[in-house]
């Protein structure tokens, strides 16, 4: 897997200061999208050990609140299935942090039902979650005024809730994560 770039203090794709992976390739290819670079899987650098030790140590500060991890696709198989180890190992080490994830892909329709990726790779990266802000970028629906995301079709959903419920819950301004 590849990844385009490490925020190591981003403010805008989540709450507080965060530490951000952008991964390398997606398939949606979003009209308009903002990063279409990262459609390209071999764009950036290679994801290696370095790489995981090294966001490890970006989020050791306590303002650092959260990880978030957009791209580009971490849906993608290639890259759920690097994705998965690491942010097993990345939510043990900081169990208290926050971690957000963004996808094209719909939660109920393309991830839980395993056509998306395999489902024991998307049930690994759904339980490292708190947050997924799923869905495609649409143009048409753009919206400068949505809180961490770009389109009204996307939603902020509450992954252990909405897990533990079998009902999406969506994530507003009161949740804490």
């Given at each position: 897997?590849n990844?385009?770039?490490?925020?190591?203090?981003?403010?805008?794709?989540?709450?507080?200061?965060?530490v951000s992976?952008y991964?390398?390739?997606?398939?949606?290819h979003c009209?308009?999208?903002?990063?279409?670079?990262?459609?390209?899987f071999?764009?950036?650098?290679?994801?290696?050990?370095?790489?995981?030790?090294?966001?490890?140590?970006?989020?050791?500060?306590?303002?650092?609140k959260?990880f978030?991890?957009?791209g580009?696709d971490?849906?993608?198989?290639?890259?759920?299935e690097?994705?998965?180890?690491?942010?097993?190992?990345?939510?043990?080490?900081?169990?208290?942090?926050?971690?957000?994830?963004?996808?094209?892909?719909?939660?109920?329709?393309d991830?839980?039902?395993?056509?998306?990726?395999?489902?024991?790779i998307?049930?690994?990266?759904?339980?490292?979650?708190?947050?997924?802000?799923?869905?495609?970028?649409?143009?048409?629906?753009?919206?400068?005024?949505?809180?961490?995301?770009?389109?009204?079709n996307?939603?902020?959903?509450l992954?252990?809730?909405?897990?533990?419920?079998?009902?999406?819950?969506?994530?507003?301004?009161t949740t804490?994560?």
């Open positions: 897997m990844y385009a770039k490490i925020k190591r203090r981003d403010i805008s794709n989540g709450p507080g200061v965060r992976l991964v390398s390739g997606c398939r949606n009209k308009n999208c903002f990063n279409p670079e990262t459609w390209d071999c764009y950036g650098e290679p994801f290696t050990k370095q790489t995981e030790n090294e966001i490890i140590e970006e989020m050791k500060p306590d303002y650092i959260g978030t991890l957009l580009g971490p849906f993608e198989p290639e890259n759920a690097v994705l998965a180890p690491f942010l097993e190992r990345l939510r043990k080490k900081y169990p208290d942090k926050s971690f957000w994830c963004f996808t094209g892909y719909d939660y109920e329709a991830l839980l039902t395993g056509k998306k990726c395999d489902m024991d998307v049930m690994r990266i759904l339980n490292c979650l708190d947050v997924l802000v799923d869905g495609k970028f649409v143009e048409e629906l753009k919206d400068l005024n949505l809180l961490f995301r770009g389109s009204s996307q939603r902020i959903i992954v252990k809730p909405s897990l533990e419920s079998d009902e999406v819950v969506l994530w507003d301004e804490l994560v």
